[in-house]
């Protein structure tokens, strides 16, 4: 079984900072892919960074130049360094990792989200 673990979120006035992690533990062979999502209740989860294996990074547009993805492949740990924050950014933050576990099995993994509200 593996788990992952988000941490970091939290209140923070528009403009400022946050830096969002999510750790994997448990029967891990190897991590492929990982992403940052968001949504808010009712709505659709949103794809907001990516990260492969190889550190190759994507961002959606409404955070392009704002927030930055990386990892620690050695940790198997992925980071969100969010700045210049807005408003819209108010949503509960989930970590997302393609897995090949211990066992041989390629498994999409979930943490169990994260809040973050932007306000003042």
């Known amino acids: 079984q593996v788990q992952l673990v988000e941490s970091g979120g939290g209140l923070v006035q528009p403009g400022g900072s946050l830096r969002l992690s999510c750790q994997a533990s448990g029967s891990i062979f190897s991590i492929y892919g990982m992403n940052w999502y968001r949504q808010v209740p009712g709505k659709q989860r949103e794809l907001v960074a990516g990260?492969?294996?190889?550190?190759?990074?994507t961002y959606a547009d409404s955070v392009k130049g704002r927030f930055t993805i990386s990892r620690d492949n050695a940790k198997n740990t992925m980071y969100l360094q969010m700045s210049s924050l807005k408003p819209d950014d108010t949503d509960v933050y989930y970590c997302?990792?393609?897995?090949?576990?211990?066992?041989?099995?390629?498994?999409?993994?979930w943490g169990q989200g994260t809040q973050v509200t932007v306000s003042s």
């Open positions: 990260i492969t294996s190889g550190g190759i990074s």
């Open positions: 997302n990792a393609l897995v090949q576990t211990a066992n041989g099995m390629t498994i999409n993994y």
